[in-house]
């Protein structure tokens, strides 16, 4: 990204003796690509395997939401309203903010098991269509329409 800590990372990354770029000039020798916003977020997700979300404080982060539409398993600290858009255990692993020795773990789990990320990958894509699919708001809005006329139409009685 472009974030705030980009300069402390471009400096970890020479101490480190990793090549990176932005996204424009990307090289076969890169290891670290600094993208900055991308807008074509079908496509950046395809190439990954696994989303790893390690922030101190989020709201609802749309990007969990579209991760899992895209059928990709997940590990992320536990904060703000994380919990309220995986499934924990089952689509993703989370951990308190901070703990980096159990961050760490759940990732190390998610690398190692091709199995255990697509069964996560797949939960994930079936939970994100149950609870955020358009399809399913639409539904919502007529029933509460539905609801509201007829308690309109019986105050009317």
Same mark, same amino acid.
Request: charged share 25%; hydrophobic share 35%; net charge negative.
């Given at each position: 990204?472009?974030?705030?800590?980009?300069?402390?990372?471009?400096?970890?990354?020479? #101490?480190?003796?990793?090549?990176?770029? /932005?996204?424009?000039? *990307?090289? !076969?020798?890169?290891?670290?690509?600094?993208? @900055?916003? +991308?807008?074509?977020? #079908?496509?950046?997700?395809?190439?990954? /395997?696994?989303?790893? *979300?390690? !922030?101190?404080?989020?709201?609802?982060?749309? @990007?969990? +939401?579209?991760?899992?539409?895209?059928?990709?398993?997940?590990?992320?600290?536990?904060?703000?309203?994380?919990?309220?858009?995986?499934?924990?255990?089952?689509?993703?692993?989370?951990?308190?903010?901070?703990?980096?020795?159990?961050?760490?773990?759940?990732?190390?789990?998610?690398?190692?098991?091709?199995?255990?990320?697509?069964?996560?990958?797949?939960?994930?894509?079936?939970?994100?269509?149950?609870?955020?699919?358009?399809?399913?708001?639409?539904?919502?809005?007529?029933?509460?329409?539905?609801?509201?006329?007829?308690?309109?139409?019986?105050?009317?009685?």
């Amino acid at each position: 990204g472009d974030g705030e800590d980009r300069i402390r990372i471009e400096n970890y990354c020479n #101490e480190l003796g990793l090549k990176y770029c /932005d996204g424009n000039n *990307l090289k !076969s020798d890169t290891n670290v690509i600094f993208t @900055s916003w +991308i807008k074509n977020i #079908e496509w950046a997700i395809a190439g990954l /395997d696994i989303v790893a *979300l390690t !922030s101190l404080n989020e709201g609802t982060p749309v @990007s969990l +939401i579209e991760a899992q539409a895209g059928a990709k398993p997940i590990v992320t600290t536990d904060v703000g309203g994380i919990k309220d858009i995986v499934n924990h255990g089952v689509s993703a692993l989370l951990s308190p903010s901070g703990n980096v020795e159990e961050f760490s773990e759940n990732l190390k789990k998610m690398v190692v098991s091709s199995e255990l990320r697509n069964d996560f990958g797949l939960a994930g894509e079936k939970f994100v269509k149950d609870r955020f699919h358009y399809q399913r708001l639409v539904n919502d809005t007529r029933k509460l329409y539905n609801q509201l006329l007829l308690i309109d139409s019986e105050k009317s009685s």
